[in-house]
């Protein structure tokens, strides 16, 4: 156990609807990732806050949106999905923002859109 | 544009015997290699780590390997456990920067 917990597992939408992934970093962590793993891909990094602002960002598209709230967990907001959408989405943690820490994966949520 | 490239989807090894994960990269600016491993529904688990001022990193069984005029680097574990099988994600950072750029993954088998 990474002690990075994400929620739900599952979630199967259509397309067009909108979902938001959410995700609790480990205790003492400020830095949150998300990552986009879709089948046989690698995990490609989407965007990272720390402290509650955004830091760095990735491969994310327009229709996706992330936050940092005060209590350090965070969301991902996914909008207007399309089928291309369905992936397994994973949040990491850090302790700070280098990116040489190490990061730890939550379980990951695995998003199907019909 | 793959800039970390691990390019055998799949390796079967013997218990015992040594298993070697391949990754390619082509960002000279990366400083800082990492390899996770990955059980099924179950998020990543960093494993080992090498920084480019070095050419070998070891811990316990497993040992990572740096050629950086190849741009090439490695992970050997010696001896393979059924337990080793697992997907194995090889990944890449650079210097000043936050991301971390993942391989597509090498899934091992070690068979009994």
């Known amino acids: 156990d990474s002690g990075v917990t994400q929620t739900p597992k599952h979630l199967i939408t259509a397309t067009g609807q909108r979902v938001t992934l959410r995700c609790s970093p480990r205790?003492?962590?400020?830095?949150v990732y998300w990552y986009q793993q879709s089948l046989d891909q690698g995990l490609q990094f989407l965007i990272q806050?720390?402290?509650?602002?955004?830091?760095a960002k990735g491969n994310i598209l327009e229709r996706f949106s992330a936050q940092q709230f005060p209590d350090l967990h965070s969301e991902l907001n996914l909008s207007s999905l399309e089928l291309g959408d369905s992936a397994l989405y994973f949040c990491?943690?850090?302790?700070?923002?280098?990116?040489?820490?190490?990061?730890?994966f939550g379980p990951g949520t695995r998003l199907t859109v019909l | 544009d793959q800039q970390v490239k691990q390019n055998s989807p799949s390796l079967s090894v013997q218990e015992g015997r040594i298993s070697i994960l391949n990754c390619d990269y082509t960002?000279?600016?990366?400083?800082?290699f990492l390899w996770y491993k990955k059980y099924p529904a179950e998020g990543p688990t960093f494993l080992i780590s090498?920084?480019?001022?070095?050419d070998k990193n070891e811990d316990g069984r497993f040992t990572v390997f740096l050629n950086k005029s190849a741009k090439h680097l490695s992970l050997h574990i010696v001896p393979s456990q059924p337990g080793d099988s697992a997907v194995y994600f090889c990944?890449?950072?650079?210097?000043?920067?936050?991301?971390?750029?993942f391989g597509a993954g090498t899934r091992l088998f070690v068979k009994a």
């Open positions: 990491a943690s850090s302790v700070s923002s280098s990116s040489y820490n190490e990061q730890f």
């Open positions: 205790s003492g962590d400020l830095s």
């Open positions: 806050y720390y402290n509650g602002e955004e830091r």
């Open positions: 960002n000279s600016m990366f400083d800082y």
């Open positions: 090498i920084s480019s001022i070095k």
């Open positions: 990944a890449a950072r650079g210097t000043g920067g936050f991301k971390t750029i």
